[in-house]
């Protein structure tokens, strides 16, 4: 059973909670944006569905800061490092992005890192903020240890974004958002609250032998007895080196450019109890117009995807695909209908609720 919620309805709802969980109203309503834009998107393992696990039970345990508070470290006309002090990902990612974007302005280019930071949700965002301002949008995030190494079975790597959103001539931007393993942890929450099983060759155990209960493996990921794959899947075959190898450039972008944690670093535990992620990110702003004109790089970008999707399509195959366009598609119908919430989500939104007192959402659970 599924019920729609509209999109506007949600964030509101977000929003709340967080203001409740002890956000500045300001901070709360950047969160609840980035959230709800991944569910416009169709990006559900990024959306509310991480509202209660990742960000309001790290508040309680104590591990995430709802007061972020940021500081320049260092920074040059064309660079920055930031500290986001164990505060919220978006809220330090969000200005990071608009530093690279000023930057860019003026001279070009802007290029930001994080240190000390936590979830900040679909890496996306930050790219069509800098999209939406004529340029190419391009970050990363490191993350908890998930992904084995080509021929591995210990989950050393995060499942670490390298993301690019560029502008188009068309209604929608090429949108590249997605993670260096073959799949990521979001997903796997999603499906075990969807009740589904995941595919073989997701998720490897420490006899290299995939796993496809999505409620163990989330156990499994935290325990070490299961590893993600990368991009390209086991062993060398069908190229799951290439994943690794992009996973650890995110890597040492996100932590070798701030002196931050990395692989091991990054579980959230210390002698066994619960400790800040402290995770590191980068982010890059270009300024088309210091190459071509606006225009042009639009109609090109937009010739080029056109004659991808218009080539000789694989035997019954519908159509093909460029990236962003199935997430375009997706906006439009959750913009008109809203979105889906399955009844295991709707559940935990009710307990976050009542537990954060916002009668005014009552409704939703009627």
């Known amino acids: 059973m599924e019920k729609y919620i509209k999109l506007e309805e949600l964030e509101k709802f977000c929003t709340a909670a967080l203001v409740k969980a002890g956000l500045p109203e300001s901070d709360a309503k950047i969160v609840a ?43 040059s006309p064309t660079t920055a490092l930031l500290d986001a002090n164990n505060g919220m ?20 280019m802007g290029m930001a890192t994080v240190r000390n930071s936590s979830h900040y949700g679909i890496a996306g965002y930050y790219g069509l903020m800098a999209e939406k301002s004529g340029m190419i949008g391009i970050t990363g995030t490191n993350a908890r240890p998930s992904i084995a190494p080509t021929f591995g079975v210990e989950n050393m790597l995060g499942t670490n974004p390298l993301t690019f959103v560029m502008p188009t001539d068309e209604e929608f931007p090429f949108f590249l958002d997605c993670a260096t393993a073959v799949s990521q942890r979001g997903k796997f929450e999603y499906y075990a609250k969807s009740g589904k099983e995941l595919p073989k060759g997701w998720v490897i ?41 992009y996973a650890t450039v995110v890597e040492i972008l996100s932590a070798a450019l701030q002196t931050g944690n990395f692989l091991k670093a990054l579980t959230g535990f210390e002698n066994g109890k619960k400790v800040p992620y402290r995770l590191g990110h980068f982010f890059i702003a270009v300024k088309i117009e210091n190459f071509v004109g606006l ?6 970008t937009g010739d080029i995807l056109r004659e991808l999707r218009n080539s000789e399509k694989m035997p019954g195959a519908e159509r093909i695909y460029t990236a962003g366009e199935k997430e375009y598609i997706e906006s439009c119908k959750r913009t008109e209908k809203g979105v889906p919430i399955n009844k295991i989500l709707l559940d935990e939104m009710q307990s976050i609720s009542e537990e954060y007192e916002l009668n005014e959402f009552k409704y939703f659970f009627e």
């Open 205 to 245: 155990d420490k006899n290299g032998q995939s796993k496809t209960n999505a409620t163990e493996v989330l156990e499994d990921l935290i325990s070490g007895r299961a590893a993600l794959t990368p991009l390209g899947g086991i062993g060398e075959d069908t190229a799951g080196y290439k994943g690794y190898g």
């Open 295 to 300: 225009n042009e790089f639009q109609k090109t």
């Open 89 to 108: 990902g978006h809220v330090v990612s969000k200005t990071a992005m608009q530093m690279c974007i000023d930057k860019a302005n003026t001279y070009g």
């Open 33 to 75: 944006d980035v959230l709800i834009t991944a569910d416009k998107l169709g990006i559900d393992s990024h959306g509310i569905n991480r509202l209660k696990p990742i960000y309001l039970d790290r508040i309680k345990d104590g591990i995430l800061n709802p007061l972020t508070k940021i500081d320049i470290i260092k920074e």
